[in-house]
């Protein structure tokens, strides 16, 4: 069997043109397609598993287990199950960027004290 969502069929998140969650369709992923405005980007938050970003185009100023880092086209960030970790879209253009989600479904605990 096997899945086609097309672009009418895919659901928009606050921060990304594409959410999908991967249980509806039995499959153990889900991921955020992200399109940032720069300034733009989640809060402190973890997960209790792996996520892993790529960045497709433009720059991520990210805070990953209380490092800062920035992470630009073609970087691979692979963030470890109940780490803390926030990022902000910076420079001049749009940040792309695919957040893989290791689960069927997303599991997000808010940080913010």
């Known amino acids: 069997m096997f899945h086609v969502l097309h672009p009418s069929d895919q659901r928009k998140g606050a921060i990304a043109a594409v959410e999908f969650e991967g249980k509806p369709y039995s499959a153990g992923a889900s ?6 405005a720069p300034g733009k980007g989640p809060t402190l938050h973890k997960h209790p598993y792996s996520e892993i970003c790529v960045v497709r185009s433009g720059q991520a100023r990210m ?7 920035v992470a630009g086209r073609g970087d691979i960030v692979v963030i470890e199950p109940e ?10 253009e749009r940040l792309e960027m695919i957040c893989i989600h290791v689960s069927d479904r997303f599991i997000i605990e808010r940080l913010n004290y």
Do not use: Q, R, S, W
């Open 63 to 69: 805070t990953v287990d209380g490092k800062e880092i």
């Open 83 to 92: 780490t803390a970790h926030e990022y902000t879209a910076i420079g001049y």
């Open 31 to 36: 991921f955020f397609l992200g399109d940032l």
